[in-house]
């Protein structure tokens, strides 16, 4: 199952909005996954089943979706959220990601 | 804490191999399903091998299947990848995670790279 995130980059500011799509090639339900990943961090498992938090996740992050499209939403971006966002579908046994979306700062 | 630590990663010439170890630490280790991933340049994130938490189920991607093989020791919270075989194109940084196909816990990657 082939995964395909964009934009590839996006620059914005504190306070803004931010919304990244990740499209699967075939209906993968709601089993997809988010991460971000800081420089010089080790990645962290955001978001679950589509649009569940993982523990701790600030509730600024929200993630939508079904089938074969999804999103994933900062409102109110944090200088903390400066990272490069990867979705993955965990619908098949062969798990794979979309090529990354790195937001950075304006 | 959880911790995830990745060791074992280096340069190898084509055709050359390498053991890859994993150490973890701040969960039930025996009963957590484990994972390789890695990322290269020419394919960005890939998930390339699963073991569950008794060793009964072994998974790989076509990429790697028959050239790797992953296992792991229980008794010292350790999980790891012979890789044999290797080719340019497995180049890139080795991620040992924790979970099924939900990748809870990452370590920081260990640097393998092929190259004559």
């Known amino acids: 199952i082939q995964m395909t995130q964009s934009p590839s980059s996006l620059s914005a500011s504190v306070g803004d909005r931010v919304t990244i799509t990740c499209r699967a090639s075939q209906n993968i339900g709601n089993s997809l996954n988010w991460y971000q990943h800081r420089s010089g961090k080790v990645p962290k498992f955001l978001v679950y089943?589509?649009?569940s938090l993982m523990s701790g996740v600030p509730s600024r992050f929200s993630g939508r979706g079904s089938g074969t499209d999804f999103t994933l939403t900062i409102t109110n971006v944090q200088p903390e959220d400066f990272a490069t966002y990867y979705c993955?579908?965990?619908?098949?046994?062969?798990?794979?990601f979309g090529q990354g979306t790195k937001l950075e700062m304006k | 804490e959880v911790q995830v630590v990745e060791s074992g990663g280096g340069w190898v010439q084509p055709g050359g191999s390498l053991r890859l170890s994993c150490e973890a630490s701040g969960f039930t280790f025996s009963i957590y399903e484990m994972n390789w991933l890695r990322r290269t340049p020419g394919t960005g994130l890939e998930w390339i091998s699963f073991i569950s938490g008794r060793s009964l189920t072994i998974r790989y991607a076509d990429s790697v299947e028959g050239r790797f093989t992953i296992s792991r020791d229980n008794a010292k919270n350790s999980v790891y990848l012979q890789m044999n075989s290797l080719r340019d194109e497995d180049t890139g940084l080795y991620y040992c995670v924790a979970g099924g196909k939900n990748f809870d816990h990452w370590g920081q990657g260990t640097q393998v790279t092929v190259s004559s």
């Open positions: 993955q579908q965990r619908f098949s046994n062969v798990p794979t």
């Open positions: 089943d589509a649009s």
